[in-house]
Every structure is written in C-alpha cells, then in structure tokens.
C-alpha cells in the first residue's frame, strides 16, 4: 500500500511540475521561471494543506523528494529537444498540458483527502472535501497568478468542479469502500469530468452570459 501511494505521490508531483513548467515554456521564461513555476505547481497545493490541518513545517520541507522530482521534471521539460518536440504543434501542446494538469488534479484531490483522514481525529465530508479540492487546485491558482493569468479554476472546463466532485466521491466512499477503492474512484470521477468538459467545451455560466 505505501509503495502504492509514493508512487501516486510522484506521479502526481510529476504531472504538475510539467504543467506548471509547460505555463513557463508558454510565458517564454527562463529556465529559473520555469523552474520555479513547476516546482510551484506540484507543490503548492500540499504546503497550503499542511497548514489548513496544522501540519507544519509542511511536508514538501520534511522530505525534499517531492521538490527534486518537480524541480527534475522542470529541466527536463526546459531541454531544447523536449521543447521543440512539445512546442512544434499548437494542439500537442494544449493537449500535453490538458493530460498533467487532469492527472495532477486527480491525484492530488484524492491525496489531500487521505492526509486530512490522516491528521484530523474525527474528520467530517466537508473537511475531506475542502482539503481535497485545496490540494489539488491550490498549485495551479498558484501557478497562474505567477504566470500572470486569470487562475484557470475560474475560466476553463469546471476545472474546480470536477476536483469537487471527486473529493465528494472519494470522502463519501471513505469509510465504506475502503482507502484504495476510494482513492481510484475518486479520481477517476476527477478525469471523466474533465474529459467530457473539454469534449463537450462545457463552462460554468459567466457574468456575461
């Protein structure tokens, strides 16, 4: 089980630091901006975590794995090779860009709940499911306000809305389903929302509708 969850960790880890550093590549940044932008991403989200449950210092500086991962990741994206094939196609791209962030999101929803079952006594749904969707949109808001863009939880495909419905999934079935069966139902809701939202360009209504 605990090799399980690592490597969901750094898989997760992984699928937002390319997000954050695909948004660095897009801005034209350095390789310190992009850097920094995908270490940002991956783990943004847990640190505001840590500190919504009084878990401090944050994980991210207790074990610096999940940092040299997304910072890996970063410069491996940051390499001309990879960044002229990546760069080439407009559609790759969005579409590279569109997979990180929906597995990142998956994972590190779910994630966020089985830390929150893990340091709250009695942990109630609503503190499952805010933990969760704070964990796994946390690193993107980040990500975008950096980049200097409208946080894309507010303007792309109910972004937040299929973390939300996820989380749900995945606090509701805690107890009954188990930790893993949760886990993957939970995430699997995350990316069949997503997926259909962009097949179907689904968008929450907005002001000027």
């Not at 094939?85 to 999101?105: E, K, N, V």
Request: aromatic letters at 8%; hydrophobic letters at 55%; charged letters at 10%.
């Amino acid at each position: 089980m605990d090799i399980c969850i690592l490597i969901l960790e750094l898989v997760g880890t992984m699928a937002f630091a390319a997000s954050g550093a695909m948004t660095g590549l897009r801005k034209n940044m350095d390789i310190f901006g992009v850097c920094i932008l995908g270490l940002t991403t991956a783990v943004g989200g847990g640190v505001i975590r840590d500190v919504i449950l009084g878990s401090t210092p944050p994980a991210t500086f207790q074990d610096p794995i999940y940092a040299a991962v997304a910072l890996l990741t970063s410069l491996v994206l940051f390499l001309p090779q990879v960044r002229r094939l990546l760069m080439w196609d407009q559609r790759l791209f969005d579409l590279s860009l569109f997979l990180m962030d929906t597995a990142g999101l998956a994972i590190f929803t779910v994630m966020g709940i089985r830390i929150a079952c893990a340091h709250a006594p009695r942990p109630t749904l609503f503190l499952l499911v805010f933990v969760g969707v704070v964990t796994g949109v946390g690193g993107g808001v980040l990500r975008d306000m950096m980049a200097g863009d409208t946080p894309y939880i507010f303007v792309k495909h109910v972004y937040a809305c299929a973390s939300l419905a996820g989380a749900l999934v995945c606090g509701a079935l805690w107890r009954h389903a188990g930790e893993m069966p949760a886990m993957l139902l939970g995430a699997g809701a995350v990316i069949l929302i997503r997926a259909l939202s962009a097949h179907y360009r689904w968008n929450l209504p907005r002001a000027h509708d």
